[in-house]
């Protein structure tokens, strides 16, 4: 970060687990694509990081403007809620398939539907639309409080 007087050497820098623990809590997340073209789009979305995997999880309808953009860009920046202990991933989206698919529905129904019943119903709303998984190229965490940053 040249000109904000954050060292070059990565000594003191946020550790990986930092950014899980603001993925894994987070309740929603932006997702920026961008078209074919370079046009960009930010949008926010619930959706689940899966430390064991290593990835994020969304689901969108299938004709909304991140899939279509996914579709011929799969590059992606996900970033968490928080705008004061900021995580923001870049990486690569792809359609979720076989155990991630399964992964990230069963993830995703836990986190946001808390009756049982509710599960089941929100896992086949999700499989009817589109699934993405961002595997992360890179990550950037920030406190943005003066005395922390």
Known sequence: MPGYGVPADPTGLLPWSWAEQRLIASRSFWVVT????GRPHA?????VWLADRQIFGFSCSPGSRKARNLATNPRIVVAAEDTVECVSVEGRAGAASGPDLDAVVAAYAEKYEPDPA???ALARFLR???????????AFGLIERAEEF
């Open 34 to 37: 961008a078209s074919g073209a």
């Open 43 to 47: 949008m926010p979305v619930w959706g």
């Open 118 to 120: 509710g599960r089941a």
């Open 128 to 138: 009817s639309h589109a699934i993405f998984t961002v595997v992360p190229e890179r």
